[in-house]
């Protein structure tokens, strides 16, 4: 039973219930002054405390998608990967399977969970498009597909599994067969999961409005957990004697992901985008790596290099090189990137407030700095949801577009 499982949100909250019943009824046959009859009534009250408060904590969890799974809550969320993808218009690449497909979902349509997403059949775990028929695809030329896929760093060794990639109805249209897309790395909060970007931002969803509007141009966009060592925050650092996450998102993800799929590479090509943590690593890793992602939108992240118990001593002990991971320090000591950044808070409600006018304060030519600030709004999906559409807007005009065969 997967954490995030309804079956298992229900059965919680059931022994929850149904811990509060076995205290109403066993209260009476515990009475009394005796130790056993005290411990029994401290037993009683415990147990029930702890059933209540461990079905609202899978409730939480269920709804922000802090933890997609027991391994990513456990830690040892990372999978090496096995089997290649076999597919039509794509190179077989041994560092990229796809682990399962299925239409995206559309505007108006609920994603309540990840039934939608089939597991594919393919020896391996891979995927074969050439077993599609003409009906199918003709149905992702209309709606887009969302495909689920493990992924190993061929420099840094780093395995995720259980991440997403969302490919445009264009990506299936014969005007578009020979056409490489612009990509867009999208990165999660911490704790975070992948499938949060669909079932609670809704971004395919969110995507497709905005295309029928003609306010963006197709694109491929890559869903990815910030952090590779869960239940460790690992800032997308290169960590001393540690995980390499930045080299991981700079250099083997995309590499992977080019290899795999239409997708361009090079200036313009790539774009990141990310929300809390995801968002200080899109701004950073654009400051660190502007010809890899030239233009970055962070939603409510913040631009200093933390440090605290979830992350462990990411910095190898050298105050030097946690600055070097700091927005905000490399834009008071070393010459600007020529990037351009969007970056969202909200005046009342948002703690990053202050500190995102204080990082664009810092940037300075040839760094350019965009900014939507909303009146109010929490630190969540309601309000992330708010600022997607501009933010996706933005960085369609930034990206390299496909162009038609």
């Known amino acids: 039973m997967g954490l995030t499982d309804g079956a298992f949100v229900t059965f919680m909250i059931a022994m929850a219930i149904a811990g509060l019943a076995a205290v109403l009824w066993l209260w009476p046959r515990v009475a009394g002054a005796t130790v056993r009859a005290v411990a029994a009534r401290i037993g009683l009250v415990a147990v029930s405390e702890v059933l209540v408060i461990a079905a609202f904590l899978v409730c939480l969890n269920s709804y922000f998608s802090f933890y997609s799974s027991w391994s990513a809550l456990l830690g040892g969320s990372s999978a090496k990967v096995v089997g290649t993808s076999a597919t039509a ?22 994603v309540r ?16 498009l050439a077993s599609r028929d003409q009906d199918v695809s003709a149905d992702l030329a209309r709606t887009g597909e969302l495909l689920s896929f493990s992924v190993t760093g061929k420099y840094t060794g780093i395995s995720e599994t259980g991440d997403y990639i969302y490919l445009p109805p264009q990506y299936f249209q014969p005007a578009y067969a020979r056409s490489k897309f612009p990509a867009v790395l999208a990165l999660t909060g ?3 999961s992948p499938w ?21 141009r197709p694109a491929v966009y890559v869903l990815m957990n ?3 060592a869960m239940p460790r925050d690992t800032e997308c650092t290169n960590i001393p004697a540690g995980p390499q996450v930045e080299t991981f998102f700079t250099v083997d993800v995309p590499r992977a992901i080019e290899q795999a799929f239409r997708v361009q590479s090079g200036p313009g090509g790539w774009g990141a985008l990310g929300v809390s943590t995801g968002g200080y690593c899109a701004v950073k890793m654009a400051m660190m790596d502007p010809r890899q992602y030239p233009v970055a939108v962070s939603l409510a992240g913040y631009y200093t290099a933390l440090q ?23 834009l008071t000591h070393l010459p ?21 006018l204080a990082f664009l304060r810092l940037i300075r030519p040839p760094m350019r700095g965009y900014s939507l600030i909303l009146p109010d709004g929490g630190h ?25 065969n």
């Open 89 to 110: 218009g794509r190179r077989s690449v041994s560092l990229l399977t796809v682990t399962a497909a299925g239409p995206a979902p559309l505007p108006g349509a609920a």
């Open 113 to 128: 969970d990840l039934q939608r997403i089939r597991p594919t059949s393919a020896a391996g775990g891979g995927f074969a």
């Open 190 to 192: 911490y704790p975070g």
């Open 196 to 216: 949060s970007f669909v079932a609670r931002l809704r971004l395919p969803t969110e995507i497709a409005t905005v295309a029928r509007a003609g306010k963006v």
């Open 226 to 228: 910030s952090s590779v």
């Open 308 to 330: 605290d118990h979830t992350t462990g001593d990411l910095y190898g002990g050298s105050i030097g090189y946690r600055d070097e991971n700091s927005p905000d320090w490399r």
């Open 336 to 356: 600007p990137p020529p990037v351009s950044v969007l970056v969202t808070s909200s005046v009342i409600g948002e703690q990053t407030y202050h500190g995102t």
């Open 380 to 404: 969540n999906f309601r309000t992330w949801d708010r600022e997607l559409p501009a933010s996706l807007e933005w960085l369609s005009q930034r990206l390299r577009p496909a162009v038609p």
